[in-house]
């Protein structure tokens, strides 16, 4: 410690005495590289797969393509490996080629995707969600438009029978019946993923899909115990969270994405999700959020640059008791340590950086001078790294 407080510890570079060699004495894990405990599970680094739709199934089941993608990143020395957002019905899909839980055909597909995850040291994670209004659309590359009946559309539910957009189908407004439905989907899939061996949970909360637009007050109109104010808006995703712990062990970690600002006027704010973690929180039952934004308003303003949702992730979890997941534009390895060493966040989620780069956990650890933090031993001889 330096112990004069008028005295500046020395900086990089600085020539200082041997207290002040002593103080900037390199910790030879960097934090990025810290083990994370969370209930009975201990990721070997901070580094996360993001979810990732491919649009690629058939069925609601993976393939080859989603197989290919998994473990190529749980081999690229990824610590949390998640799923694209696996639907509980097959009305909660977002397109036609998404995979889904509702049956054991799917579960046992995706259980050889969990033990590989497993066998390279990485926690095997799903994301379960239901896409609500945001459902029966074309893939990204074929437009992402409405399906007509002749290309096999679905009747969509929401919390209010409100349109995402114009071009998207009006949702009918989910009744008792419905949403009992939706419930005992997420428990069943919550139990399915259980069965196939995933170990972290993370609940789809966020980007417009339906536990997000009972939430916001721009797509949930009720006025009956689902709407009104914050607490009756909160109402579906705490039952969810509450039948999704129901199924899942409690020493396995329970995440909620969330959209913690919609970036327009009249929507949820921060200062609103942080009551929502507060709620969470209560229930003893989550463990973790993933701090997003956005996706429920078409007049979305977001100001993006590097790391723009990082704030989120900050305030969560330092006004709240649970643990935080930075998520956007965070791409280098020295800005993803700032955030672990900060403080800002416990793990952060990379998507199109680890799209890009199914080795960019090795490559960090290298620049970021990690020791020791294992190879598979068939990619030995591979000795980029030095
Ligand atoms: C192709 C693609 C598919 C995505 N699918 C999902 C998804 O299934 N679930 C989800 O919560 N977010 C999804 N996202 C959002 C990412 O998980 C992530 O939050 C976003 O891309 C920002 O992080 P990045 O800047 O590191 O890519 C998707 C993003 C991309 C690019």
Redesign the pocket.
């Known amino acids: 410690m330096n112990s004069n407080p008028d005295k500046p510890a020395a900086m990089p570079g600085h020539a200082g005495g041997e207290n002040e060699r002593r103080i900037l004495k390199r910790d030879p894990v960097p934090h990025l590289f810290k083990p994370l405990q969370i209930r009975g599970v201990t990721a070997k680094n901070r580094i996360m797969l993001?979810?990732?739709?491919q649009y690629s199934g058939e069925n609601g089941e993976p393939n080859l393509w989603h197989i290919q993608n998994l473990c190529a990143r749980a081999a690229g020395g990824v610590g949390i490996v998640c799923t694209?957002?696996i639907h509980t019905e097959p009305r909660g899909r977002i397109t036609k080629h998404c995979l889904g839980l509702w049956n054991d055909q799917q579960r046992d597909k995706l259980a050889p995707v969990a033990e590989f995850i497993e066998s390279q040291g990485a926690v095997p994670a799903i994301?379960i969600g239901h896409a609500g209004r945001k459902g029966s659309i074309s893939r990204p590359w074929e437009g992402s438009k409405a399906l007509t009946a002749d290309q096999g559309a679905w009747e969509l539910i929401s919390a209010s029978a409100i349109p995402f957009a114009d071009s998207f189908t009006t949702p009918r407004q989910m009744d008792e019946d419905d949403i009992a439905t939706a419930l005992d989907s997420f428990a069943q899939a919550t139990r399915r993923a259980k069965e196939a061996g995933f170990k972290f949970l993370e609940l789809?909360a966020?980007?417009g899909y339906l536990a997000h637009v009972f939430l916001s007050p721009l797509s949930n109109s009720r006025n009956d115990n689902w709407g009104g104010d914050l607490a009756g808006r909160a109402r579906f995703l705490l039952e969810t969270v509450r039948v999704m712990r129901g199924e899942w062990p409690d020493d396995l970690p329970l995440c909620v994405?969330l959209s913690c600002t919609e970036w327009v006027e009249g929507g949820l704010t921060l200062e609103d999700t942080l009551e929502v973690c507060r709620m969470l929180e209560e229930t003893g039952a989550v463990d973790l959020v993933t701090c997003?934004s956005g996706g429920n308003a078409t007049g979305q303003q977001i100001p993006i640059h590097p790391g723009y949702q990082v704030p989120f992730a900050e305030r969560v979890r330092r006004e709240t008791g649970l643990k935080t997941v930075a998520?956007?534009?965070?791409h280098g390895p020295e800005q993803a340590d700032e955030i672990i060493a900060n403080g800002r966040a416990d793990i952060v989620?990379?998507?199109?950086?680890l799209l890009a780069d199914p080795i960019w956990p090795r490559r960090a650890a290298k620049y970021l001078r990690a020791e020791d933090v294992g190879w598979p031993v068939q990619y030995e001889r591979s000795d980029i790294f030095g």
């Open positions: 993001s979810p990732m739709c694209e957002a994301q789809h966020a980007h994405r997003s998520v956007g534009m965070i989620a990379l998507g199109r950086t």
